[in-house]
């Protein structure tokens, strides 16, 4: 397995408040993303990172940024966490060849 | 935006019967991945496929590339209780390099 970790696993937190989600990798891998699942929607692509310092938005980054200032890590904030975000959320890298991509645990956000 | 499209979305099957799921889209695509996941889990990387027609297996799973490049094809034979999950399809639609996702094929087993 992939050496990911998501922490935390599970949150709740209040509508407006900031939220800060963290992926840590320890295979050196240079690409990481940021996905969000939700029912009808499979996963879909927020923040994805090429390198330290190197982000780059996906499909659905509205109200999201990311940080990468190390190569295992990468952080996920909501800004001002609103209920439609409640979800769940993976992280995944992906190293030489980018289209294979290796994901977390995830982390189930509720956001009352 | 770009969709792919899983069929079917849910199956119930009785231990020891094959399964076959396919996803399509409306463009080319290049590279073709399955997933599987697991309740309350992350999706793991079943096959990867890279060329138009190219057929792979990994142990009772194989998969194809369609040679339209459109569609790819997921065979689980003699399924198990632990096939139990959600299957994805994923890839990058021609000249992106970012994967998007079918919304998953639900493979129930019964003994």
């Known amino acids: 397995d992939a050496g990911i970790t998501q922490s935390p696993r599970h949150k709740v937190t209040e509508t407006g408040t900031p939220v800060t989600l963290r992926c840590h990798q320890t295979e050196n891998h240079r690409y990481m993303y940021w996905y969000r699942q939700d029912p009808g929607h499979g996963l879909r692509l927020i923040h994805y990172s090429y390198g330290v310092k190197d982000t780059d938005k996906g499909e659905v980054s509205d109200g999201y940024s990311v940080s990468r200032s190390k190569t295992e890590d990468f952080l996920l904030t909501l800004e001002s966490a609103t209920s439609s975000q409640t979800s769940v959320y993976f992280c995944a890298i992906s190293g030489a060849t980018t289209y294979e991509q290796y994901f977390g645990p995830g982390t189930r956000l509720t956001v009352t | 935006g770009q969709q792919l499209n899983q069929s079917p979305q849910s199956m119930f099957i009785q231990e020891g019967e094959d399964v076959s799921m396919n996803c399509t889209s409306s463009?080319?695509?290049?590279?073709w991945l399955w997933y599987k996941q697991d309740p309350g889990e992350g999706p793991v990387l079943l096959i990867a496929?890279?060329?138009?027609?190219e057929l792979t297996s990994n142990g009772r799973l194989t998969a194809q590339f369609g040679i339209t490049r459109k569609d790819s094809f997921l065979n689980i034979s003699a399924s198990i209780p632990s096939d139990v999950g959600i299957y994805f399809c994923?890839?990058?639609?021609?000249?992106?390099?970012?994967?998007?996702f079918g919304t998953g094929t639900r493979l129930q087993v019964f003994p």
């Open positions: 463009s080319i695509f290049n590279t």
């Open positions: 994923a890839g990058p639609p021609y000249n992106t390099d970012k994967l998007i």
């Open positions: 496929l890279y060329k138009a027609g």
